[in-house]
């Protein structure tokens, strides 16, 4: 069955649906030819799937009958933000925002540090489309956020030191690791010991992962990481591209919990 996540335009509750966006409406009737009968998951960004029947057709909406709903459990059990320098290189960004997405990353930030030479993003709906698809393929209950460009330094302040703190994410338990090449603690070894309690439980709260650009983070950006109370984490002899860095950091992390 296609997934689809929806807009507000497009209103799902226990009952029906009704899909008024012109962007699901072409892809309905024109692209996919869906009639009546078809049935869909269609997916409103709550973390639950309703399985919907199409049923009444007309120019300007769809209405169909919700057949089933349930939670879906594709989630990581920890809130994962990869906080990503911006890179030079767009294509490469946009790689790491689709695999991070498949891997279970519930926000991006991107971050402008002393040897960033982008200082924004550009191409927000772009990237966007590529979140919400990457989401709908993987099997992902909810699309990841991208929230907005902020400095290194700001990532370290806490909820109520922010000027957006609603945007950074719930207030709680908060994890902030920095992968830097060359230090001593293994990021797994980290995983193991933070992620995972004594007692078996799971660490739910927010791990937040800082990924420097192509030329590294400076020895300033390291000692203010260390100051805040950050953990400065090395993945291994070899140096990974930067895009890469993500997306083994989510690889461990969902091993460390049992997940994969
Ligand atoms: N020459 C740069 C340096 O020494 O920092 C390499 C930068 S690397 C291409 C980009 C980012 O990936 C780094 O800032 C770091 O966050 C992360 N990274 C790459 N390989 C790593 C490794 N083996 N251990 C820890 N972090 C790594």
Aim: glycine share 8%; aromatic share 6%.
């Amino acid at each position: 069955m296609h997934r689809f996540f929806v807009s507000q335009l497009d209103p799902v509750d226990d009952a029906q649906a009704l899909i008024c966006s012109d962007e699901l409406l072409h892809q309905f009737t024109k692209v996919l030819r869906f009639g009546r009968g078809e049935k869909v998951i269609l997916l409103n960004n709550s973390g639950y799937e309703f399985v919907v029947e199409l049923q009444d057709f007309s120019a300007k909406r769809i209405l169909g009958k919700v057949l089933s709903k349930k939670f879906c459990e594709t989630e990581l059990a920890v809130r994962l933000v990869v906080a990503q320098a911006i890179l030079k290189n767009m294509e490469r960004l946009e790689w790491m925002l689709q695999k991070g997405t498949e891997l279970g990353v519930s926000a991006f930030i991107p971050l402008i540090t002393d040897r960033t030479e982008r200082k924004a993003l550009g191409k927000i709906e772009r990237l966007g489309r590529i979140l919400k698809e990457a989401a709908e393929q993987s099997g992902r209950g909810k699309v990841p956020e991208l929230l907005e460009e902020r400095k290194f330094e700001k990532i370290f302040l806490s909820d109520a030191e922010q000027e957006h703190a609603l945007d950074y994410g719930e207030e709680g338990e908060r994890l902030i690791v920095v992968p830097h090449p060359g230090v001593e603690q293994k990021f797994s070894d980290f995983c193991k010991g933070k992620l995972v309690k004594k007692d078996g439980g799971k660490f739910s709260g927010e791990l937040v992962i800082c990924v420097g650009p192509e030329g590294g983070f400076t020895d300033r950006e390291i000692e203010i990481a260390k100051s805040r109370g950050a953990h400065i984490v090395s993945l291994g002899s070899r140096i990974l591209r930067a895009e890469t860095v993500a997306m083994a950091m989510a690889t461990i992390v969902a091993e460390a919990m049992g997940e994969i």
